[in-house]
């Protein structure tokens, strides 16, 4: 009977062991998990500060606290209005820079799509003379500071006659050096194997582009769109520069003359304004980054 006691009492010994690293580990996750959300609470609360903001009058915006904290948050909600967004449309024409922005952008994103994966797809799978030599060239105009390119491309855009239009701003930023580098690296590494069958059932490069790249291609199609999403919906040295009629002004030139004005500031219009123009490309985000996530990771494997 003592022989078989012992390995039960040894039983018996190690569960308060087991029981204290599972309750170790649980508050460490928690711990991680508390440390997290106060890190992404600290990043979020300027972004939930103008949302809160945006849709209070001019006078409750810069009160120390927070007017949301001086009291229970359903009674400061009663102070809620349309009132900034209505001024910033009437006054300063908010929607017509947002639908600028919007077409802008979108035209901006097709036509670098287009252009940087025909290139990609040619310096990556296809065979010619100075292939490497063009490419190096191209990731070279990557070192050179946009300022310094701001002469020579307005004397094109002028030359052409597309100052101060839509498509000349659109036109420029449909060549990207980084989309060109990003979907070359991912195109090196797809399946050959599906290529060549393609040429051997007699298909053209146009065919083969459209019905094996450009589909293999879409993680790396998407984070392209992301970062010339951002890039195009900010910017605005270029546009600045370019546009200079106020009906063609986009959002952040829109908001830049809001900020101009010297005496009684409309602080309440450049919230509501710098609101919208911050939370587009969030939620732009949020519903491509798996395939961001995917198309900075890597790519297909044979």
């Known amino acids: 009977m003592l022989f078989k006691m012992e390995p039960e009492m040894a ?3 190690m569960k308060p062991k087991k029981t204290t690293t599972v309750k170790r580990k649980r ?5 991680s998990i508390g440390v997290m959300c106060f890190i992404a609470f600290f990043y979020l609360f300027p972004l939930l500060w103008l949302f809160d903001t945006s849709f209070r009058p001019k006078v409750e915006i810069f009160n120390t606290p927070p007017r949301i904290l001086q009291a229970a948050p359903w009674e400061t909600f009663k102070s809620y209005s349309l009132n900034s967004f209505d001024l910033a449309i009437n006054r300063y024409q908010m929607n017509q820079g947002f639908l600028n922005s919007v077409i802008i952008t ?3 994103i097709l036509l670098t799509l287009l252009v940087c994966s025909l290139a990609a797809y040619a310096f990556a799978l296809l065979r010619f ?3 490497n030599f063009l490419f190096y060239c191209i990731l070279a105009t990557m070192m050179l500071p946009a300022t310094t390119m701001l002469a020579p491309l307005f004397k094109v855009i002028q030359s052409y006659g597309l100052y101060n239009k839509h498509l000349g701003l659109i036109l420029l930023y449909a060549a990207s050096a ?7 690296q991912y195109y090196v590494r797809l399946p050959v194997s599906m290529i ?3 040429v051997m059932d007699g298909a053209s490069k146009l065919r083969i582009w459209w019905w094996i790249v450009l589909p293999l291609g879409k ?3 998407s984070a392209l769109a992301i970062y010339q999403f951002r890039y195009i919906w900010n910017d605005f040295l270029i546009p600045m520069v370019l546009l200079r009629n106020r009906t063609l002004h986009t959002l952040p030139i829109k908001l830049q003359v809001m900020d101009s004005v010297n005496v009684a500031k409309d602080y309440d219009a450049i919230i509501a304004t710098g609101f919208i123009a911050i939370i587009i490309p969030i939620f732009f985000f949020l519903i491509f980054q798996r395939q961001f ?3 900075l990771s890597g790519s297909l494997k044979e």
């Open 11 to 13: 039983k018996m010994h």
């Open 27 to 31: 508050w460490k996750r928690g711990l």
């Open 106 to 108: 979108v035209s901006g």
């Open 129 to 131: 003379k100075g292939r």
């Open 178 to 184: 980084l989309g060109v580098f990003l979907l070359r």
């Open 196 to 198: 060549e069958a393609a």
């Open 219 to 221: 993680p790396a199609l």
């Open 293 to 295: 996530m995917e198309g």
